[in-house]
Nanobody, 117 residues
Framework: QVQLVESGGGLVQPGGSLRLSCAASGFTFSNYIMSWYRQAPGNEREFVARITNSGGYTNYADSVKGRFTISRDNARNTVYLQMNNLRPEDTAVYYC??????????WGQGTQVTVSS
């Protein structure tokens, strides 16, 4: 079965960095676009970043552009989110998302990122 397992979240001070990982299994990872979303308390889940199956094209939410970088390693079935210059407003649960895998959308369980001094 399809599984997406995020890791790498935690508590970091403003201006700090974290790298999130999402390990995928149960499908041919290299065939699919992968994305990261986030959800802060009281807010709707929002798009953060997306990467094409080959990694050749990425796009980002305006709020993270220039600070976050999405990448993938198809040999390891893993997608990453490098987050630099973190701000308190980046505090959220971050989710890995695999859309339309054999017609079904899949989400990971989420990893908490807290930016606070």
């Amino acid at each position: 079965q399809v599984q997406l397992v995020e890791s790498g979240g935690g508590l970091v001070q403003p201006g700090g960095s974290l790298r999130l990982s999402c390990a995928a299994s149960g499908f041919t990872f290299s065939n699919y676009i992968m994305s990261w979303y986030r959800q802060a308390p009281g807010n709707e889940r929002e798009f953060v970043a997306r990467i094409t199956n080959s990694g050749g094209y990425t796009n980002y939410a305006d709020s993270v552009k220039g600070r976050f970088t999405i990448s993938r390693d198809n040999a390891r079935n893993t997608v990453y989110l490098q987050m630099n210059n973190l701000r308190p407003e980046d505090t959220a649960v971050y989710y890995c998302y695999a859309p339309r895998v054999l017609g079904v959308d899949y989400w990971g369980q989420g990893t908490q990122v807290t930016v606070s001094s």
